[in-house]
């Protein structure tokens, strides 16, 4: 299953709105929206992270090396 390691966002689904134009009518009223997931490496381990949880971490100071 889509989802990611760190936070646990997995797929939604949600229902669409479909303008009807002159006879078209094809009832598709739902939709499956999957998270940004991408490879990256955390505490050494590689693991399908959301880009969310990607930008979390980068913004999360990294200690000094002395």
Do not use: D, F
């Not at 939709?31 to 992270?49: H, S």
């Amino acid at each position: 299953m889509r989802q990611c390691k760190l936070c646990g966002r997995g797929s939604i689904t949600r229902g669409k709105q479909r303008k009807l134009l002159r006879g078209h009518y094809n009832p598709t009223g739902t939709e499956r929206k999957y998270p940004n997931l991408q490879w990256a490496k955390v505490n050494g381990v590689r693991k399908r992270i959301c880009a969310r949880c990607m930008k979390r971490l980068a913004h999360r100071k990294s200690p000094r090396k002395s």
